[in-house]
C-alpha cells in the first residue's frame, strides 16, 4: 500500500466553540468537568469531559483559557447545542456567560510541516498551547508519529500556511490519534477510563468534584474497570455506535465502535471500546458475529496501570 502522507491544513467545519466568559468562568468549569480548569495557563490545553451523574460521559472537549476570565471549549457540532444548554442549567447566580461562539472562530487542523510554517513546535508534546497574538494552536496526540495541531483563530485571521489536506485524511488521523472525540452515537455510553481518558490526561484525580467524581473515581481506585478503549482496523464501513461481537458469544455485544473513518487506500480504522477479556480471547467484528472482522492494533500511548 502505498504511504499515507499526512501533511497540511484543513478546516475543521465539524467542530464548534462554546465560550465561557467572566469573572467565575474557570471556577464553574471546574465544578462541572473532569479537568482543572482553574490552575489551567494560556500555554496550555486539557482534554475535558462533561458525565452525568453515574459518570457517564455526554461530551468531551479540547480547552484553552487564553485569558484569565476566558475559557474556549472546542467540542462537536453535532452535541453542542445540547451540551451547552446542559452546562447552562447549573450557572445559576455564578459570574460568567456561556455563548455558542462557532461563527466568532475558524478551527483548523495542521499537520506535519504545516506546524512549522505557521510558527508552532512541532515536538511539543500533546496539551502544549502557543499563542500567536489572537490565534490559539493546541498541539495535539500525533498520528503514526506525524505532529498535529488545532488551530482556534478569530474570524478575519489571516489563513494558516500549508497545503491542503483533505478532510477525510484528518478524521482518520484522529481515530489514529487513539483519542476518542465524543459524538452523538456514544453519548452517555461510557465513563472516561473506558475512553481511555485518564491515560491521556483527560481526568484529575486531584481536583474537586463534578457530577459524576465519584464513580469515575471509585472505577480508577477500586479496580472495577473492565473496559478500555483499543485500535482496530475493518475490512468494511464500520460507524461511531456500532456494537461489537466476539466469535465466542455472538448473543451478547462485548463493547461499541467510539469513532471509525476510513483507511486511505481502503478498509477502515476505528477506536472500539470493549471488555478487556474479550480483547484477550479475540474473534471480533462489528455489527454481528458475522460483521467485519476486526483486527487490532498496539494504542500509540500507554495505558495508565489500574490502581
Known sequence: MTPVVLNGVTALSHLGVILAEGPEAADFLNGQLTQDFALLGPAEARLAALCTAKGRVIASFIG??????????????????????????????AKL??????????????????????????????????QIGDVSVVSLYPSDRVPRALRIAPVGSAEPEGPPLDPALWQWSEVRSGIVTVSAPIVDAFVPQMLN???????????????????????????????????????????????????????????????????????????????????????????????????????????????
Open 64 to 93: 484553552i483559557r487564553p485569558q484569565p476570565e476566558r475559557v474556549l471549549l472546542v467540542i462537536g457540532r453535532d452535541i453542542l447545542a445540547a451540551t451547552l444548554k446542559r452546562l447552562s442549567m447549573y450557572v445559576l447566580r
Open 97 to 130: 456567560k456561556l455563548s455558542d461562539a462557532s461563527d466568532a472562530f475558524v478551527l483548523h487542523g495542521l499537520t506535519g510541516t504545516a506546524l512549522t510554517a505557521n510558527g508552532v513546535d512541532a515536538g511539543a508534546p500533546p496539551g502544549r498551547c502557543c
Open 197 to 307: 481518558y485518564e491515560s491521556v490526561g483527560g481526568v484529575n484525580f486531584k481536583k474537586g468534584c463534578y457530577p459524576g467524581q465519584e464513580v469515575v473515581a471509585r472505577s480508577q481506585f477500586r479496580g472495577t474497570l473492565k473496559r478500555r478503549t483499543y485500535l482496530v482496523q475493518a475490512p468494511a464501513p464500520v460507524a461511531a455506535g456500532q456494537e461489537v461481537f466476539a466469535a465466542n458469544d455472538p448473543e451478547q455485544p462485548v463493547g461499541m465502535i467510539a469513532q471509525a473513518a476510513p483507511t486511505p487506500g481502503g478498509g477502515w480504522a476505528a477506536l472500539v471500546s470493549m471488555q478487556i477479556a474479550a480483547l484477550n480471547a479475540g474473534g471480533l467484528h462489528a455489527g454481528s458475529a458475522e460483521g467485519p472482522a476486526l483486527s487490532v492494533e498496539p494504542l500509540p500511548y500507554p495505558l495508565l496501570e489500574d490502581v
